[in-house]
């Protein structure tokens, strides 16, 4: 079983700014995901983040809006850029071995 | 493209009370998640399933591959169970997963 951390695990960021978002777990994994949830909507997957290559968006996101980083088999980071309301949501981090998956606590953020 | 359908949306039930929360999805899976989203937002795995029935504490998950659908039970509801309980449906020879909308229940003493 691994522990996934993030941090932070809110924060209230004004429109334009840039929140960077770190997730890490304390085994290494397979494969880690970053999901966004609007608010009253299910989570929808951003990215795959893949270890030392470019993330693997899908359809709607892109890595100008969310760049993200893994240098490593344990750790990820997601950027909001250039933040704006509509970007209020739960960022949720996830990651997966063989045969199990681990859920983030997630990250609340607000942009006013 | 998988479809993850639960209800209800929403549920309020009376301390003690059995609940039940169903989930279908469209496409055939590997497994099935159960996880609980407390008002915070963060998020807690509860079960995983990929056939059969499992238990923990009150806490009963079922799923039947056949008609594509898993159901959640809590037994003597309590309010400490208020939270929102979501699953997610994870494809088949894939790790990815489609996450359904969610049920909010809130459970009055």
């Known amino acids: 079983s691994a522990v996934i951390s993030q941090k932070p695990s809110r924060d209230i960021c004004q429109r334009g700014t840039s929140l960077t978002i770190q997730c890490q777990v304390d085994s290494q994994v397979t494969m880690m995901f970053w999901y966004r949830q609007q608010p009253g909507q299910s989570l929808t997957l951003i990215a795959t983040a893949n270890q030392g290559s470019e993330a693997t968006y899908e359809s709607g996101f892109v890595i100008d809006k969310f760049p993200i980083s893994r240098p490593n088999l344990t750790f990820s980071t997601l950027t909001v850029s250039n933040m704006s309301p509509e970007d209020s949501s739960i960022y949720l981090c996830s990651a997966a071995t063989y045969n199990e998956q681990f859920f983030g606590p997630g990250t609340r953020l607000t942009v006013l | 493209k998988n479809e993850v359908e639960q209800s209800p949306q929403n549920l309020t039930a009376q301390e003690g009370e059995f609940i039940t929360i169903n989930c279908s999805y469209s496409v055939g899976i590997s497994a099935l998640h159960w996880l609980q989203q407390h008002p915070g937002g963060g998020i807690v795995s509860l079960f995983m399933?990929?056939?059969g029935k499992k238990k923990h504490g009150r806490l009963i998950a079922t799923i039947n591959i056949q008609e594509k659908h898993s159901s959640l039970h809590i037994t003597a509801s309590h309010p400490r169970d208020s939270a929102v309980y979501i699953c997610?449906?994870?494809?088949?020879?894939?790790?990815?997963?489609?996450f359904g909308k969610g049920t909010k229940l809130s459970v009055i003493p």
């Open positions: 997610a449906a994870l494809g088949a020879g894939s790790y990815q997963l489609t």
């Open positions: 399933l990929s056939s």
